[in-house]
C-alpha cells in the first residue's frame, strides 16, 4: 500500500515557478513509476509528466516541455514537479499517481495510488 501527500501548490502571477512535491509512505518509489495528473474546472482530467522509479524514464506532455521538470529523489520518497513560466491556463488541482510497475503510463487508469491533490492558481 502506497499513501501519497502533494503539496506545495499556491497562487502564482503569470510567468511565475512552483515547485509541488509528492511524498510517500508504505513503499519506496524505486517500485514504482509515478506521475502527475492535472483537472481544471470543468475539464476532464488530464496526464501532465511522469517518471519511472529509477527516473530512468521520463514523459512529458509536449505543451509542457520545456516548462515543466518531473523528477524523483528515492531517499526521501518523494516526487517533485518543477513548473516554470505559469499561464493562467495551467490553474488546476494537481495529483500525484502511482503504480507498482517499473514503465510509465499516460493513461490514469493505470494508477492505482492517487493524492488528495493541490490547487495551483494562476492570475494574469
Known amino acids: 500500500q502506497v499513501q501519497l501527500v502533494e503539496s506545495g501548490g499556491g497562487l502564482v502571477q503569470a510567468g511565475g515557478s512552483l515547485r509541488l512535491s509528492c511524498a510517500a509512505s508504505g513503499r519506496t518509489f524505486n517500485l514504482y513509476s509515478v506521475a502527475w495528473f492535472r483537472q481544471a474546472p470543468g475539464k476532464e482530467r488530464e496526464f501532465v509528466a511522469s517518471?519511472?522509479?529509477?527516473?530512468?524514464?521520463?514523459d512529458y506532455v509536449d505543451s509542457m516541455k520545456g516548462r515543466f521538470t518531473i523528477s524523483i529523489n528515492n531517499a526521501k520518497d518523494t516526487a517533485y514537479l518543477q513548473m516554470n513560466s505559469l499561464k493562467p491556463e495551467d490553474t488546476a488541482v494537481y495529483y500525484c499517481a502511482a503504480r507498482r510497475v517499473f514503465t510509465t503510463s499516460r493513461a490514469s487508469n493505470d494508477y492505482l495510488y492517487w493524492g488528495q491533490g493541490t490547487q495551483v492558481t494562476v492570475s494574469s
Open positions: 517518471i519511472s522509479g529509477t527516473g530512468s524514464s521520463i
